[in-house]
């Protein structure tokens, strides 16, 4: 089994919504907090939103009141609702835990592109 592995990004344009999906391991998923990553072309991948093993949530700014994260804790699986996205929103999207373990996996990401 991979150990995470993230799905349903594509083209789409400004306004309209995605859903990313991502199935993680156990050893990753059971118990921790895990967050959406998002790494715009030519930038660093940086933490959008995230969730704790309880489902408490939290979002940059630049995503709230538009992202939605969520979180089966039987299923192993992480969603990102995205809606009114923006061009801006453009990138490779990862899950891992909110703070991932330093040389810890990474899955192949999703793409995600928003044209205007």
């Known amino acids: 089994q991979e150990p995470l592995v993230e799905s349903g990004g594509g083209s789409v344009q400004a306004g309209e919504s995605l859903r990313l999906s991502c199935v993680a391991s156990g050893s990753i998923f059971n118990y921790n907090a895990m967050g959406w990553f998002h790494q715009a072309p030519g930038k660093q991948r940086k933490l959008v939103a995230g969730i704790t093993w309880r489902r408490a949530t939290n979002y940059i700014d630049s995503v709230k009141g538009r992202f939605t994260i969520s979180r089966d804790n039987d299923k192993n699986t992480v969603a990102l609702e995205m809606n009114s996205l923006k061009p801006e929103d453009t990138g490779v999207y990862y899950c891992?835990?909110?703070?991932?373990?330093?040389?810890?996996?990474w899955g192949q990401g999703t793409q995600v592109n928003v044209s205007s």
């Open positions: 891992n835990n909110m703070v991932p373990r330093t040389d810890g996996p």
